[in-house]
């Protein structure tokens, strides 16, 4: 697999330091762009709640860019997540090919 031994900037960092204090948005001020709570962006910003497809649609219409830019980013941390974590790792190294 190539994925980089560093770690991915994740959707957290990203939305508060690439979105929000450039913007100089508040947590409340998205979460109302958005339609969700407070409390689901304050999740988002602390990486305590992953990017869902419907969250993905929900930035890409706030920030004019697309659901794709925050899948990916969401999907980059996941895999690097799961390689770089001991138990999850050599779960995953036990698996095989089938023969064919």
Partial sequence: MNITERQPV???????EEFLVPM???QAQLAEA??????????????RRAITVDTAL???TV???TADFWLNLQRRNELWNALHT???KARIEKA?????
């Fill in 10 to 16: 994740s959707v957290g960092e990203m939305l508060t």
């Fill in 24 to 26: 100089r948005l508040t």
């Fill in 34 to 47: 958005m339609g969700v709570s407070r409390k689901t962006v304050n999740e988002l910003c602390t990486n």
């Fill in 58 to 60: 929900m930035l890409a």
């Fill in 63 to 65: 920030f004019k860019n």
């Fill in 86 to 88: 001991p138990k999850r």
């Fill in 96 to 100: 095989r090919p089938i023969a064919a």
